[in-house]
């Protein structure tokens, strides 16, 4: 990642990240899905991370749709 990336949201359930993700992309903002679960046992976090020029515009979509 050649920008300047910042996490944006947390979660230990992978389908909720995964929902903000789409959530941010189809607002037309770049988010990608670290998944940092144990694969064995589910336990762990998952973060979104966002482009930092477009962290406050992601912020507001998030508060706004209560994810």
């Known amino acids: 990642m050649d920008k300047d990336w910042v996490k944006i949201y947390t979660s230990t359930d992978f389908y909720k990240a995964e929902i903000v993700r789409q959530v941010l992309?189809?607002?037309?903002?770049?988010?990608?899905?670290?998944?940092?679960?144990d694969t064995s046992y589910k336990f762990g976090e998952v973060h979104i991370n966002v482009p930092n020029q477009h962290f406050q515009q992601a912020l507001e979509i998030i508060l706004q749709n209560d994810l």
Not at 25 to 37: P, S, T, W
Request: negative net charge.
């Open 25 to 37: 992309i189809d607002h037309d903002i770049e988010a990608v899905l670290m998944n940092k679960q």
